[in-house]
């Protein structure tokens, strides 16, 4: 008689914080294929029922854009120079946003979304993480296919740096990955604080150079340099026009800090789960 195998979920409180870890990578790199199928299935029934389909992936940013073109060309807000034609500013300020917000929800809605199986099945749940990852990049394609397309309908001249740009949009992607990953174990254990962290990035993007330029003086100017989502805005951009920035080494100081971020965060994801699955099955 074949016998089955149990997986019993305990409190990790007592393992180490480097096995934890080395246990979390190990199953995040042995993960690929299942997170691909994951990924598959999961981008498949999100456009299933749609009738516009992959549209939505940037209706969004796009009608955000739009209102504030609207604003500023009826002369209803009065913004600062862009230095290039102010909806190639809006629109990429707000492609480049809608990537980087979705790498923070990515962790906590591929979690979220198979919080019916991890229960029942046992499997790395870091693959959970790496789905949302192939997901993300899945949608991120057709926003950045639209913003060359908007480059080329205004007139933009092709620069050399915009090579750079999906390798800047990588690290803007791995921020936002990194924060998203920290905040997932709160967030799915108590509801009030996901939607806190949703709202709480709606009011960010108004601290963030999205739709319009960092002021010249006072108390907006020093919040928008030092929050760190503005050099991965700004370097994006700069790239994409080939204009100059003076936010490179903010830039790699704020990846470089999202190491140590992320390996705590993945030690973090791994010891919640068990809460998360008795929370679940409750």
């Known amino acids: 008689m074949s016998q089955q195998r149990v997986t019993i979920y305990t409190n990790q409180g007592n393992t180490s914080f480097f096995k934890v870890l080395r246990a979390s990578l190990s199953d995040l790199f042995s993960s690929g294929f299942l997170a691909r199928q994951i990924a598959i299935r999961d981008i498949k029934a999100q456009y299933r029922q749609s009738y516009l389909g992959i549209l939505w992936a940037f209706i969004t940013p796009l009608t955000t854009a739009l209102v504030w073109v609207f604003l500023q060309s009826t002369g209803t807000v009065q913004l600062t120079d862009t230095g290039i034609p102010y909806p190639v500013y809006a629109f990429s300020g707000t492609l480049i ?67 750079l740009f999906p390798l800047v949009m990588l690290g803007a992607v791995f921020f936002g990955f990194t924060l998203g990953l920290i905040l997932t174990p709160i967030g799915l254990l108590y509801n009030d604080i996901s939607k806190l962290i949703m709202t709480g990035l709606r009011f960010m993007m108004y601290l963030t150079p999205v739709v319009y330029m960092i002021p010249a003086d006072g108390i907006m100017k020093t919040i928008m340099e030092w929050n760190p989502f503005s050099p991965m805005i700004l370097l994006a951009r700069s790239v994409l026009v080939g204009a100059p920035s003076d936010h490179l080494g903010y830039y790699f100081l704020v990846l470089l800090c999202c190491f140590p971020i992320l390996l705590i965060g993945l030690v973090f994801y791994r010891i919640s789960i068990p809460i998360i699955v008795e929370r679940s099955s409750s």
Do not use: C, R
């Not at 029942?120 to 913003?147: R, W």
């Open 97 to 163: 946003w809608s990537i980087i917000t979705g790498a923070i929800n990515a962790p906590q809605m591929s979690t979220s979304s198979a919080k019916s199986i991890i229960s029942k099945i046992n499997f790395p749940k870091e693959a959970l993480l790496l789905s949302g990852i192939y997901k993300l990049l899945f949608n991120a394609i057709p926003k950045i296919l639209l913003l060359i397309i908007l480059l080329l309908i205004f007139g933009v001249d092709y620069q050399h740096s915009a090579w």
